[in-house]
């Protein structure tokens, strides 16, 4: 059974910092990679979509990055500020059709003004 | 419409009461997915449909859960006789078609059992 696991799960920086965000999974045999980020009591935003071809995708300040044989992937966030402040999940779509999304639990973080 | 839309907002049942949930997808896409998020988790797949054909209900937990789309547009996910541990926040999100595309959310329905 696919496992996604992210660490930390809490994170507080000053602004202006960059960052690292952390998710791995146990079975490599997946189809892509998303990150999502979700403001409290808000459903979730898509950040980047990366197929399992693809070994990164960036979009503005943001960067991920996706090593399927050592089952990691990793969000850095350049330059943080406040409005970052969400809790940002990763999801694994496992197999070859339209199967559903597997979830870590998230890292909730905190950028400090 | 412009995104996914999901109401009500907010359901507080008392347990043992049935609810239903409804989630209004952006107009076209063709896939739709139910999810359950509890307080500090990660969302969860419950079930999933390609137009109005239910092609994976797994995630269900029990046959309490129930859920529709009968015309392949707006889905609502039922649940009978709710328990406390149903309490979750329920969500809904759609996309146009194929596994290479972005899912998109709605806000959700977050649903308290007393």
């Known amino acids: 059974k696919q496992e996604v696991t992210q660490i930390p799960a809490a994170l507080s920086v000053p602004e202006g910092e960059n960052l690292v965000l952390n998710c791995s999974f146990t079975?490599?045999?997946?189809?892509?990679l998303q990150w999502f980020r979700q403001d409290p009591g808000k459903g979730l935003t898509s950040l980047l979509l990366?197929?399992?071809?693809?070994r990164e995708q960036t979009s503005g300040r943001l960067n991920a990055s996706l090593d399927k044989s050592s089952g990691r992937s990793t969000l850095y966030i350049a330059a943080s500020q406040p409005g970052d402040s969400a809790t940002y999940l990763c999801?694994?779509?496992?197999?070859?059709?339209?199967?559903?999304?597997?979830f870590g639990k998230g890292t909730r973080l905190s950028v400090i003004a | 419409g412009a995104g996914v839309s999901q109401s009500p907002r907010y359901k507080v049942a008392k347990r043992g009461q049935d609810v239903a949930l409804r989630c209004d997808p952006i107009s076209g896409h063709v896939s739709l997915f139910w999810y359950q998020q509890a307080l500090g988790q990660g969302p969860e797949f419950l079930t999933y449909f390609q137009n109005e054909a239910q092609l994976d209900k797994s995630g269900l937990p029990s046959d309490r859960f129930f859920a529709e789309r009968p015309e392949g547009s707006v889905s609502t996910l039922k649940i009978q006789r709710t328990q406390q541990e149903d309490s979750a926040v329920y969500l809904c999100?759609?996309?146009?078609?194929?596994?290479?595309?972005?899912?998109?959310f709605g806000s959700g329905t977050q649903l308290s059992v007393l």
């Open positions: 999100a759609s996309s146009f078609q194929g596994v290479r595309e972005k899912l998109f």
């Open positions: 079975d490599s045999a997946i189809y892509n």
């Open positions: 990366i197929q399992s071809s693809q």
């Open positions: 999801a694994v779509r496992i197999g070859w059709g339209n199967t559903p999304l597997v």
